[in-house]
């Protein structure tokens, strides 16, 4: 059974820094890209980053490039992401994905998504 638990989130001052993991399980780790996406309410999905498990290889959409960091652990078959300067409009569920074939655009990262698990909620205060 695949899964792709997410965990980590909280409720963070604009400013500050949440660090979310991917605890990967039930597929080939090192076969595919692991990345993060996000659904604030009443919006749509938006892809952020994603990592390649073979050359540590990243993309991230630009709206978070600079602030957050994408780190993957093969050993333990984990992704992090590291999110610093959080501001309200990072304020959404964050999902972990697994996809074979990634787009060339992270912020795509949902429509090519194979697998995702539950999210995981951040919440940043003004």
């Known amino acids: 059974e695949v899964q792709l638990q997410a965990s980590g989130g909280g409720l963070v001052q604009a400013g500050g820094s949440l660090r979310l993991s991917c605890a990967a399980s039930?597929?080939?780790?090192?076969?595919?890209?692991i990345g993060w996406f996000r659904q604030a309410p009443g919006k749509e999905r938006e892809g952020i980053s994603y990592i390649s498990t073979l050359d540590d290889s990243t993309v991230y959409t630009a709206s978070v490039k600079d602030r957050f960091t994408i780190s993957a652990d093969n050993a333990k078959n984990t992704v992090s992401l590291q999110m610093n300067g959080l501001k309200p409009e990072d304020t959404a569920v964050y999902y972990c994905?697994?996809?074979?074939?990634?787009?060339?655009?992270?912020?795509?990262?949902?429509?090519?998504?194979?697998?995702w698990g539950q999210g995981t909620q951040v919440t940043v205060s003004s």
């Open positions: 994905a697994a996809v074979l074939d990634p787009p060339i655009l992270a912020s795509d990262l949902p429509q090519y998504a194979d697998y």
């Open positions: 039930g597929f080939t780790f090192g076969d595919y890209y």
